[in-house]
C-alpha cells in the first residue's frame, strides 16, 4: 500500500479519484454521501498547519458539505458494526471449536498479501468485511431505502489514510453486495487536502459539525480502528461483554497498545485465558504467522486466540494516502489523537451504539444473521504469485 505514496524519486503517485467525486457532486440525479476513516481526522490539519494528531472531525464533516456533499457519513460507525460481526464471530469459533486464531481482515493490503503468500490460513481469516466496505453497503441498501431513493441513485465515496483502499473497492463480487459498486470512489488524506485548498475553503475558521443519521455516530471503539491495537482493543471491549454480559470495569485494554512490531497480551474473560497478539508492518506480521505455522506443524495449540494484523507501521495513522513525512514522532502524535478521540466519546464500546442497535433490530436482525452475512462478509481466494 505504501510503495506508491513513498516512491523515493516522486516517479509513481496514486490514482487520483478527485474527478470522479467531483462529477457526482456535479450531477442533479446523484445523491453524494462520503464516509471519512477513523485516521483521517488525525492527520488531514497537518495539511493546514495543525500539528500531527489534532482532531478535526467536525471541520471535515463541514468541509466535505461546502463541497456539496449531501451527506456525511463516518467509517467509525462501520468500525462499530464490524467490531458487533467480528466480535461475534470470535465468540462462535472460541465456544465452538472452530479455527483459531482468528485473524483480522480490514487492512486490504494484508488481505492481497495473505492470498498470495499465506493462502493456508484463509480459514483463519475473519469473513467480517472492512469498516470502509461495510458503511459503503449499508449506504446504498439500509440508508437509501430510508430515504427513499433509488440504490443507482446514491454515489458512495471514502476519504481514506490508504493507497489500498482504491484497490479493495473492486477486489472481487462481495464488494457489489447492494447490487452495484457499494464504495464509488476512493479519496485519500492528501487528495481530500488538495480538493480543499483547490475549492477555495478555508478549512481552519469553518465550524464544527455533526455526522448524518443514521449511519454517522461512532463510540470511541470505533476510532480506535486508526491505531495499531486499536481494533483489538475495540473487540476485546466487545468480546467481554459478549461472553460475560456485562461490562469491561476499566473499559481500555493498555497491554495492546504501543509501537513494538509484535505485542502479545492474555486477557481473562470469565476465567478463561485469550491469548491475543498484534503485528504491524509485513515483516513483523511474516514473523507472527510463521511462529503460529510452526505451533501447528508441531501438533500444539495454536499460540493466540485473536491476532490484530495490520501492513503499515504505526496502523492506518501512518497509511500511504496520508500527508508526507510520517516518521515515528508523528505516528506518535496521530495514535495520541486517536485515543483522545476516544476517550471524549460518552460511549467507549460499540455494542452500546444506539444506531448499531437500531440497524440490527431494523435491518439486519443480529450480528452474523443471513442477511449480515449477505451483505456485510466475504470470502478470500488463494491467489498465488506465478513463479518460474
Ligand atoms: Fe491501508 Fe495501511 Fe491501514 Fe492497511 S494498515 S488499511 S494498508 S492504511
Same mark, same amino acid.
Given at each position: 500500500g505504501q510503495?506508491s505514496a513513498h516512491?523515493p524519486?516522486?516517479?509513481?503517485?496514486?490514482?487520483?479519484?478527485?474527478?470522479?467525486?467531483?462529477?457526482?457532486?456535479?450531477?442533479?440525479e446523484?445523491h453524494?454521501?462520503?464516509?471519512?476513516?477513523?485516521?483521517?481526522?488525525v492527520?488531514?490539519?497537518?495539511?493546514?498547519?495543525?500539528?500531527?494528531g489534532?482532531?478535526?472531525?467536525?471541520?471535515i464533516?463541514?468541509?466535505?458539505?461546502?463541497?456539496?456533499?449531501?451527506?456525511?457519513?463516518?467509517t467509525?460507525?462501520?468500525a462499530?458494526?464490524t467490531? $458487533?460481526?467480528?466480535?461475534?464471530?470470535?465468540?462462535e469459533?472460541?465456544?465452538?471449536g472452530?479455527?483459531?486464531?482468528?485473524?483480522?481482515?480490514?487492512?486490504?493490503?494484508?488481505?492481497d498479501?495473505?492470498?498470495?503468500?499465506y493462502d493456508?490460513?484463509?480459514?483463519?481469516?475473519?469473513?467480517?468485511?472492512?469498516?470502509? $466496505? $461495510?458503511?459503503g453497503?449499508?449506504?446504498?441498501?439500509?440508508?437509501?431505502d430510508?430515504?427513499k431513493?433509488?440504490?443507482?441513485?446514491i454515489?458512495?465515496?471514502?476519504? $481514506?489514510?490508504?493507497?489500498?483502499?482504491?484497490?479493495?473497492?473492486?477486489?472481487?463480487?462481495?464488494?457489489f453486495?447492494?447490487?452495484?459498486?457499494?464504495?464509488?470512489?476512493v479519496?485519500?488524506?492528501?487528495?481530500?487536502?488538495?480538493?480543499?485548498k483547490q475549492?477555495?475553503i478555508?478549512?481552519?475558521?469553518l465550524?464544527?459539525?455533526?455526522?448524518d443519521s443514521?449511519?454517522?455516530?461512532?463510540?470511541?471503539?470505533?476510532?480506535i480502528?486508526g491505531?495499531t491495537g486499536?481494533?483489538?482493543?475495540?473487540?476485546?471491549?466487545?468480546?467481554?461483554?459478549l461472553?460475560?454480559?456485562e461490562?469491561?470495569?476499566?473499559?481500555?485494554?493498555?497491554?495492546v497498545?504501543?509501537?513494538?512490531?509484535?505485542?502479545?497480551?492474555e486477557?481473562a474473560?470469565?476465567?478463561?485465558?485469550?491469548?491475543?497478539a498484534?503485528?504491524?508492518?509485513?515483516?513483523?506480521?511474516?514473523?507472527?504467522?510463521?511462529?503460529?505455522?510452526?505451533?501447528?506443524?508441531?501438533?500444539?495449540e495454536?499460540?493466540?486466540?485473536?491476532?490484530?494484523?495490520?501492513a503499515?507501521?504505526?496502523g492506518?495513522?501512518?497509511?500511504g494516502?496520508?500527508?508526507?513525512g510520517?516518521?515515528?514522532?508523528?505516528?506518535?502524535?496521530?495514535?495520541?489523537?486517536?485515543?483522545?478521540?476516544?476517550?471524549?466519546?460518552?460511549?467507549?464500546?460499540?455494542?452500546?451504539?444506539?444506531?448499531?442497535q437500531?440497524?440490527y433490530?431494523?435491518?439486519?436482525?443480529?450480528?452474523?444473521?443471513?442477511?449480515?452475512?449477505d451483505?456485510?462478509?466475504?470470502?478470500y481466494?488463494?491467489r498465488?504469485?506465478?513463479t518460474?
Amino acid at each position: 500500500g505504501q510503495c506508491s505514496a513513498h516512491c523515493p524519486v516522486g516517479a509513481i503517485y496514486e490514482r487520483d479519484d478527485t474527478k470522479s467525486l467531483l462529477n457526482a457532486i456535479r450531477d442533479p440525479e446523484m445523491h453524494v454521501a462520503v464516509q471519512i476513516a477513523p485516521a483521517v481526522r488525525v492527520a488531514l490539519g497537518e495539511a493546514f498547519g495543525l500539528e500531527p494528531g489534532e482532531i478535526t472531525t467536525g471541520k471535515i464533516y463541514a468541509a466535505l458539505r461546502r463541497l456539496g456533499v449531501d451527506a456525511v457519513f463516518d467509517t467509525n460507525f462501520a468500525a462499530d458494526l464490524t467490531i $458487533m460481526e467480528e466480535g461475534t464471530e470470535f465468540v462462535e469459533r472460541l465456544t465452538t471449536g472452530g479455527e483459531l486464531p482468528l485473524i483480522t481482515s480490514c487492512c486490504p493490503s494484508w488481505v492481497d498479501y495473505m492470498e498470495k503468500y499465506y493462502d493456508d490460513m484463509i480459514p483463519n481469516f475473519s469473513t467480517a468485511k472492512s469498516p470502509m $466496505m $461495510m458503511q459503503g453497503v449499508l449506504t446504498k441498501t439500509y440508508y437509501a431505502d430510508q430515504k427513499k431513493l433509488g440504490r443507482e441513485r446514491i454515489f458512495s465515496a471514502a476519504i $481514506m489514510p490508504c493507497t489500498s483502499k482504491k484497490y479493495e473497492i473492486t477486489r472481487d463480487v462481495n464488494m457489489f453486495a447492494s447490487g452495484s459498486q457499494d464504495v464509488d470512489c476512493v479519496l485519500t488524506t492528501r487528495e481530500l487536502a488538495r480538493l480543499l485548498k483547490q475549492s477555495g475553503i478555508d478549512f481552519l475558521s469553518l465550524p464544527d459539525e455533526e455526522a448524518d443519521s443514521p449511519i454517522g455516530a461512532y463510540t470511541g471503539a470505533g476510532t480506535i480502528f486508526g491505531a495499531t491495537g486499536g481494533v483489538m482493543e475495540a473487540a476485546l471491549r466487545t468480546a467481554y461483554n459478549l461472553v460475560t454480559g456485562e461490562e469491561h470495569k476499566g473499559i481500555t485494554f493498555e497491554a495492546v497498545r504501543g509501537m513494538d512490531g509484535i505485542r502479545s497480551a492474555e486477557i481473562a474473560i470469565n476465567g478463561k485465558s485469550i491469548r491475543v497478539a498484534i503485528a504491524h508492518g509485513i515483516a513483523n506480521v511474516r514473523d507472527l504467522l510463521e511462529e503460529i505455522k510452526q505451533a501447528k506443524a508441531e501438533g500444539k495449540e495454536p499460540p493466540y486466540h485473536f491476532i490484530e494484523v495490520m501492513a503499515c507501521r504505526g496502523g492506518c495513522i501512518a497509511g500511504g494516502g496520508q500527508p508526507y513525512g510520517t516518521q515515528d514522532d508523528v505516528r506518535e502524535k496521530r495514535i495520541a489523537g486517536i485515543y483522545q478521540d476516544d476517550e471524549k466519546q460518552t460511549m467507549r464500546c460499540s455494542h452500546q451504539n444506539p444506531f448499531i442497535q437500531e440497524v440490527y433490530k431494523n435491518f439486519l436482525e443480529k450480528p452474523c444473521s443471513k442477511k449480515s452475512h449477505d451483505l456485510l462478509h466475504t470470502h478470500y481466494t488463494s491467489r498465488p504469485l506465478y513463479t518460474k
